[in-house]
C-alpha cells in the first residue's frame, strides 16, 4: 500500500471509528492515572467498536466488545469499591500461579475460538482474531482487579491487533492501538511505581 492509498483510508475512516478512537484513547489515559471515570470513556468506545467490527466481520472482536460492555460496569463497581481513604484506587501485584492460570486459558480458548471462527464463519484472520478477544478478556478482568501485570498482556494483545486492523483498512483503529502499546508501556511502569510507593507506605505506618 502506497501512502496516498494511506491516506485516502485515514481521511475516509468514518466519524463513529474517530469517536470510537478518541473515546479509548480518553479510557486508556485515565487508567494509567488509577481515574475511575475512564470505565465511561470505555463504554462509549466498546459500543462503537462492537458494531465496526461486525462491519468488517472481525466476529471475535464483535464478541469481545460486547463482553466489555458488561465490563465497563462492572470494573466501575470493583474501582468503586478498592480505593483506600484517599479516594486512590491500590494495585495489587497478583500472585505466579493467578498469571499462569489466565495464560493456560487464554491458549486454549484462543484454539477452540479460533477453530470454530475458521470452521463456520466467514471471519478475517480466524487465530489472530480470537487470541486477541482471548487475551483482551483475561487483560480486562486482571485490570478491573487492579492486577499489576495486567499492562503486559495488553502489550502484547496491541501489538497482534495493529497488525489486523491494520490490513483491514482500518487506520484510524490501528492508530489508537499504536498510541494504547505506547500507553500501555507507561501504564505498566507508572503501576509498578504506584505498587512500591504504595508498599513503602505500608512499612512506614507499620
Known amino acids: 500500500m ?24 480518553l479510557c ?8 475511575i471515570w475512564s470505565f465511561a470513556f470505555g463504554l462509549i468506545q466498546v459500543s462503537i467498536y462492537a458494531w465496526i467490527f461486525f462491519d468488517v466481520k472481525l466476529y471475535s472482536d464483535m464478541a469481545l466488545h460486547v463482553f466489555y460492555i458488561g465490563f465497563q460496569f ?29 495464560v493456560c486459558a487464554v491458549v486454549t480458548s484462543t484454539v477452540i475460538l479460533g477453530t470454530l471462527m475458521q470452521q463456520n ?10 487470541f486477541t478477544t482471548c487475551a483482551s478478556l483475561a487483560a480486562q478482568w486482571l485490570l478491573s482487579h487492579r492486577r499489576l501485570w495486567n499492562w ?21 483503529t490501528s492508530l489508537l492501538y ?23 507506605k505500608e512499612l512506614t505506618s507499620d
Open 2 to 25: 502506497n501512502w496516498h492509498e494511506w491516506l485516502t483510508g485515514f481521511a475516509g475512516a468514518s466519524l463513529l471509528e474517530w469517536v470510537a478512537t478518541l473515546a479509548g484513547f
Open 28 to 35: 486508556v489515559y485515565l487508567l494509567i492515572k488509577r481515574n
Open 74 to 102: 462492572y470494573g466501575w463497581w470493583v474501582w468503586r469499591h478498592s480505593s483506600n481513604e484517599n479516594n486512590q484506587i491500590l494495585v495489587e501485584k497478583g500472585s505466579p500461579k493467578e498469571y499462569l492460570l489466565w
Open 121 to 130: 464463519t466467514d471471519a478475517s484472520f480466524p487465530y489472530p482474531d480470537a
Open 152 to 172: 503486559s498482556l495488553w502489550i502484547i494483545v496491541d501489538i497482534v491487533a495493529i497488525a489486523i486492523y491494520w490490513q483491514k483498512g482500518l487506520y484510524p
Open 178 to 200: 499504536s498510541s494504547l502499546l505506547i500507553m500501555a508501556c507507561v501504564g505498566q511502569w507508572q503501576w509498578y511505581q504506584n505498587l512500591t510507593s504504595q508498599r513503602k
